[in-house]
């Protein structure tokens, strides 16, 4: 009580801000009655922070502690620059990339990011683009075959402009599997080197595997002979057209 000064004139302030709090709202510099009874209704107001600490039910009046911290919560800034998520997604301009794409926009946004959709045609893409590693994230995909090969992209040799290895991922450990499931020559002994690998690559995330598609393609049910399989590429689902047939004859045994 009795004080004066610029800090007596801050906590008027801060305390006018809540018209509950301090209805009189007079900023004059000096801690009087009508002060200290604002005080003491912050208090009440925050009493699971300020009171309760030290058990006690009714305010005090008294800036101090645990009172003065939660004023420099609520009235004052911290300070801290906040600097926003905003980064650009590059993609092929042709679906599913940009369908994809606004999807993952969408849902970064909701999380707060900021995202441009950049986008280019494939040949602009490869030369421009992933050649030089001029790119933020990018939404691209990789084909495996059907015996699965992940040296071109992950592996160390593979980076820069001439390489497969878009992240330029690397890792020694991860290098060594890889070589060691290229000269395995058993299937197992690959298979354990390949899964070794993917532990690997998910617990270092250079990129994010979103999905693997199905590529599914119509055919006639007047066509008979063909044999459903996995295909590695698109042309393969003519492979054994020689077998395929529409019509039949009866043959006399």
């Known amino acids: 009580m009795g004080s004066r000064g610029k800090d007596v004139e801050e906590l008027q302030k801060c305390l006018a801000k809540d018209s509950q709090i301090y209805p009189e709202g007079e900023i004059s510099g000096y ?3 009508k002060t200290k009874t604002a005080v003491i209704k912050f208090q009440e107001k925050y009493k699971d922070e300020i009171l309760k600490p030290y058990d006690l039910e ?16 609520i009235c004052f800034e911290s300070g ?17 990339f940009i369908e994809v794409a606004t999807i993952l926009k969408n849902q970064w946004e909701k999380l707060g990011a900021e995202i441009e959709i950049k986008k280019f045609d494939i040949a602009t893409l490869e ?14 995909g990789e084909i495996l075959g059907m015996i699965p090969d992940p040296f071109p992209f992950w592996h160390s040799s593979q980076k820069g402009e001439v390489g497969l290895n878009l992240a330029n991922y690397e890792n020694k450990k991860a290098d060594k599997v890889l070589e060691t ?6 299937i197992e002994g690959r298979k354990k080197n390949l899964e070794e690998f993917q532990g690997l690559i998910i617990e270092d995330a250079p990129a994010i595997f979103l999905y693997n598609p199905d590529y599914q393609y119509l055919v006639s049910k ?15 689902r003519f492979s054994e057209i020689e077998n395929w047939y529409i019509q039949t004859h009866r043959v006399w045994k």
Do not use: H, M, W, Y
């Not at 007047?222 to 393969?236: A, F, N």
């Open 31 to 33: 801690f009087g009655q």
């Open 58 to 73: 009714k305010g005090t009046g008294e800036v101090r502690g645990k009172t003065r911290e939660k004023l420099n919560v």
């Open 80 to 96: 801290e620059e906040k600097i926003p998520l905003k980064f650009s997604l590059t993609i092929v301009d042709e679906n599913p």
């Open 127 to 140: 030369r421009d683009v992933i050649r030089k590693r001029d790119f933020e994230a990018l939404l691209f």
């Open 181 to 186: 499931a290229r000269q395995a020559l058993a």
């Open 222 to 236: 007047e066509i008979k002979g063909i044999k459903e399989g996995i295909i590695v590429d698109t042309s393969k």
